[in-house]
């Protein structure tokens, strides 16, 4: 349902751009949202984003990380500017969809991985 692009290695200080389509039988998407985990750590909350566009970021990226969404394309984006080694992680897109306009369920992507090392 969801699949994720865009990971790789960057050096610190450089961009990446991650990009997350839903496919599958789509009524409606709400909130759609971007989860990361470095090795060793738990899974933490990035990014979230309405279907009105309203937005939310975790301290640690407020000011470097943009997240936007495409309803018409059911894409969600993860633009990452400043990247720093602690942004280093698999990276995955979160998503309540739903085939029907009544009820949603919640669904992950597959992880992409963001390496960031000189």
């Known amino acids: 349902q969801l699949q994720a692009s865009g990971g790789g290695l960057v050096q610190p200080g450089g961009s990446l751009r991650l990009s997350c389509v839903a496919s599958g039988r789509i009524a409606r998407i709400n909130t759609m949202a971007w989860y990361r985990q470095a090795p060793g750590k738990q899974r933490e909350l990035v990014t979230t984003v309405t279907s009105g566009g309203r937005t939310t970021y975790a301290n640690s990226v407020l000011g470097r990380f943009a997240i936007s969404r495409d309803n018409a394309k059911n894409t969600v984006y993860l633009q990452m500017n400043n990247l720093k080694p602690e942004d280093t992680a698999v990276y995955y897109c979160?998503?309540?969809?739903?085939?029907?306009?009544?009820?949603?369920?919640?669904?992950w992507g597959q992880g992409t991985l963001v390496t960031v090392s000189s």
């Open positions: 979160n998503a309540d969809i739903g085939s029907t306009l009544y009820i949603t369920y919640n669904y």
